[in-house]
Structures are given as structure tokens and as C-alpha cells.
């Protein structure tokens, strides 16, 4: 956890009455602290090439924060991916491509920082804790067509895909049904963020990952590239074609591995 100017942090600012809000982190005396952090790991992040370990540094990060400080510091790196700094990006693309890393923070902690969070009116921050839901790990097979954050009908979930609500947007990602995600992906309310954010899910119903390698304008975006094809359960007609699109340095992160090319 970041530390305050004046000395280390509560071992539990969450229960600690004493202990700075999310308001304090991210514009009082100790917002300085914050950013010196969250600059530490977008630093170390560019640093690191290996795919593995980008993820044990961002998941270690991660798993240092509690309460007020982490719902702060994701707020941050919101903050500033929005206004353009590339090595921020850098960290939420690992966070995109990796949608499980809260599930392995303590549930109670999750919970607790997803309140902290609508409390801030941070909904974005809150949604990024939606994917750490208790719950078993299901082959593509079992991963039903419906909506695990919005027990609503297919017809209601088709017709949301065109809302402004960002509340609402924020379940309808987690959709299993590729109808209503292709609606979703001509939402002018979605981001690049929310696009690999269902491409990099597992497992992944192959109709969801068909529907947004074809899209006209996801579909050109290196990091949807990227997401599609380091996804196992993309179809390998679909990975063959974007693994040769990607990187030198990515490929060999590809679901399927590309043909030795000489160089």
C-alpha cells in the first residue's frame, strides 16, 4: 500500500476509522504518495516483457492495496489512461487481458472496495471488481448465453446494448450471447477497454469472439487483435489470421503459435 507523507499506511485502512477516505487519496495530503505508487508500477510494467511476469507485477500491485487506497488507486490509473498517458494504458491493458486478477484478492476485500467505490460515484472503478464474483471455472461448453451481472431476457438485454447507462453498459460486457453483444459493439458508449475486456474472457462463447473479429471497427484495433488471439477459446481460423497482425514480441503469447517465419 502506498505510504502517507508522514509515515506508513494502517496495516487495514478499511477498518480503521482513523485512516484517510478514497477522497483523501486521490486529492488530499496523501494523493502525492498515491501517484508516486502508481507510477512505480506503470515504471516497472514497461520494464518487464515477459507476459507472465507483466502479470504477477500488476497482480502483486494489486493485491498490496485494501479499502480506500485500492478503489484510489485504480481510480488514478483511470484517471490517467483518460488523459493520454501510454504507460497507464500499459496497466489497464494488462488488467483487461487478465479479467480473474481480483479473484484472487479476498472476496471481503473486493466487496468492500466495490462499495467504497459506488459510494465515490467511481462506477467504472466499481465494474472492474464485477469479474472477481465467486463462482467455479466452467469449460466453453458449460459457459451458458446469458448474462451473470443482468438476470434479465434476451430481448431486454438486446434492447439495453443501445443504453447511455454506463451502470448498465458496465453488466451487459459480461454477456454471453453474441446477439446482444454486436449490438453492444456499435454502443458509441463502449470503449476500446470493454472490447478487450470480452475478447480476453475465459472461457468465451466462439460466437462472441466471431462477432467482434468481424466488426468493422473493433476488429482493427491491435489490442482487441491481441486480446482475440491470445484467447484459447477463439477459433483457430480466426487466430491463424491475427497472430501473423500481431508483434514479434506477442505472438509467442497467441493461443496458437505461428509458423516459424525465419526472422
Known sequence: MPAPPDGPAPADSAADPLAPAVADWLRGDWH??????LGEL????E???ERPMRRTVVCDALLSLQGPALVAFLALLLERSAAGNGRARAVLQELALEPHVFAEMPYDRVTEAYR????????????????ARAQSNPTVDEAFTGNDHLDLPLGI???AARTQDRFLLDRLVHDHDHRVIALLLDNPRVVERDVVRIAAMRPQRPEVLEVIARHRRWSSRYPVRKALACNPYTPQPIARRLVPTLLK???RHAAI???EDGG
Open 32 to 37: 502525492e504518495a498515491l501517484v508516486q505508487s
Open 42 to 45: 506503470e515504471r516497472h510494467l
Open 47 to 49: 520494464a518487464v516483457r
Open 116 to 131: 467504497l467505490a459506488r459510494q465515490s460515484d467511481l462506477d467504472a472503478v466499481a465494474e472492474m471488481f464485477l469479474s
Open 249 to 251: 514480441q506477442d505472438r
Open 157 to 159: 438485454r438486446r434492447s
Open 257 to 259: 503459435q505461428p509458423e
